[in-house]
């Protein structure tokens, strides 16, 4: 009878842990940190299409070069800031991003940038609160050029973490 009271015991301690655990891990990733499988190759070649990103949701102030995650058409994507509020955005003819009148070295996009004809018109001066985002291979990719200067308040979290999938 001792040995019942004494495993009933150690069952009724570890499912408490356990509901403990399974509070903190809500907690954690339902307020601080969040993960997704990146949807597309638009943010390549640091990020590839179905890498696990991780990110932080609380810290809610970006600088240039910082990746985020935005929910965009139902989806949430990762892109970069490369401008922030008070900050002119402008792309010149040659396909050069130019930031305040300066054009941008960016170690990290291969391509030209060149502004879409459906999207929005440059230069734009960012408001308070706002950034400006792009993917980092911009041919095809949905960003700023198209949807305009994004407020702090619709992205998601700043990207922490990556994790390569493939061959998994």
Known sequence: MNQSNALKQEIKDFTIKLGLLAIVFTVLFGFCFGFMANPDDSMSPAYEEG??????????????????????????????????????????????????????????????????????????????????????????????RIYGPVKKSEIKGSVMLVCRRRNL
């Open 51 to 144: 890498d696990l990103v991780f990110y932080y949701r609380i810290d809610r102030s970006y600088v240039s070069n910082d990746t985020v995650v935005l929910k965009y058409n139902d989806r949430a994507v990762v892109r970069r800031v490369v401008a922030v509020e008070g900050d002119t955005v402008d792309i010149n003819e040659d396909g050069q991003l130019m930031v305040n009148g300066f054009v941008q070295q960016e170690s990290h996009v291969f391509t030209k940038t060149y502004p879409y004809k459906e999207g929005i018109s440059f230069p734009v001066t960012l408001e308070k609160d706002e950034v400006f985002l792009l993917a980092d291979n911009r041919e095809n990719a949905q960003d700023s």
